[in-house]
């Protein structure tokens, strides 16, 4: 099988904890933490390793939250290729309010990645072996422009990986810059942002991905519409896949958990339909859990077989 690699720029450590209710100034007595492995390369890669896959996770650590971030990875047994990094490797915190059902999301900014390390992370890229998939996802850090993930991604087509980016704003628009891309996943927002203009009738998401299809920036578009799904694009076609009713929990790590998915099926030469239905399994699957949990095999087999009986 084709083999799948995910770079992460700016990683994260991740904890969630319970609270009765939340109010200012008072204290907030909490749960103990659950500490998890983030950021968006990273999830995806713990996605693929959830799903019975193999994903091999590179990025930068730093400090003692880069050490707790690598041993919670061995734990998962996801494959890792780490840089050093000067910096810690930054901690976000979720909070979920057992009173109100509401989530709090506290992100720091991503840990400084100078020119150097920055370096060593294109260089491990550039030994993946031609014709693996390379996801590239989550946000940039302080220090690296768009210029640099733009060079990047040319230069590791230049060696026949095939790129798939899961970002938004200016990051997204320099990665299809690129052209040729295997896979982008925007929402319905980030997708007016790539073509300039509101979507508001019934057929305009539909028709600003095809138009980036057929621009050859990238060959599949998969616009994520929440509840409804998703609606998936590539040269042959279009397909929409709307997940059953379901009680969300938590949205956090439902993008990451349908674009492991997704990349998993790529890797198995599985058609439109089939990789759509298992991301959108994969993303929903991810939302029945509270806090930070990615998707799990049972629970998105159980929606795969939903989506393909019907």
């Given at each position: 099988m084709v083999q799948i690699y995910t770079l992460t720029l700016s990683p994260s450590l991740d904890s969630a904890t319970l609270t009765p209710q939340i109010y200012p100034e008072g204290k907030l007595r909490c749960s103990a933490p659950v500490f998890e492995p983030g950021g968006g390369g990273i999830n995806v890669a713990r996605a693929i390793t959830h799903l019975g896959g193999k994903a091999t996770a590179i990025f930068p650590a730093g400090g003692a939250t880069g050490e707790h971030l690598i041993a919670l990875l061995a734990d998962e047994r996801v494959a890792v290729d780490t840089v050093k990094a000067k910096d810690w490797t930054r901690q976000n915190l979720h909070v979920h309010v057992e009173s109100s059902g509401e989530q709090y999301r506290f992100v720091m900014p991503g840990a400084m990645l100078d020119d150097d390390e920055f370096r060593q992370l294109e260089e491990k890229v550039l030994l993946v072996e031609s014709g693996s998939l390379l996801v590239?996802?989550?946000?940039?850090?302080?220090?690296?422009?768009?210029e640099k993930l733009t060079q990047l991604i040319r230069a590791a087509q230049d060696k026949g990986l095939r790129c798939i980016v899961d970002s938004s704003g200016e990051a997204l628009t320099a990665a299809l810059s690129s052209g040729d891309l295997e896979l982008i996943k925007p929402n319905q927002k980030e997708l007016s942002a790539l073509v300039n203009r509101p979507l508001t009738q019934p057929d305009d998401v539909r028709t600003a991905a095809q138009e980036l299809v057929r621009s050859g920036k990238t060959?599949?578009?998969?616009?994520?519409?929440g509840p409804q799904g998703a609606l998936a694009v590539d040269e042959s076609g279009f397909v929409q896949v709307v997940p059953p009713p379901m009680k969300s929990q938590s949205t956090v790590g439902a993008g990451d958990s349908m674009v492991g998915a997704m990349t998993l099926k790529l890797a198995q030469g599985a058609s439109l339909l089939e990789m759509t239905q298992?991301?959108?399994?994969a993303g929903s699957a991810a939302t029945i859990n509270q806090g930070t949990r990615?998707?799990?095999l049972e629970d998105t087999q159980k929606i795969v077989n939903y989506l393909t009986q019907r």
């Open positions: 590239i996802s989550g946000s940039l850090p302080p220090g690296v422009k768009t060959r599949r578009v998969v616009v994520s519409l298992h991301g959108v399994a990615l998707c799990s």
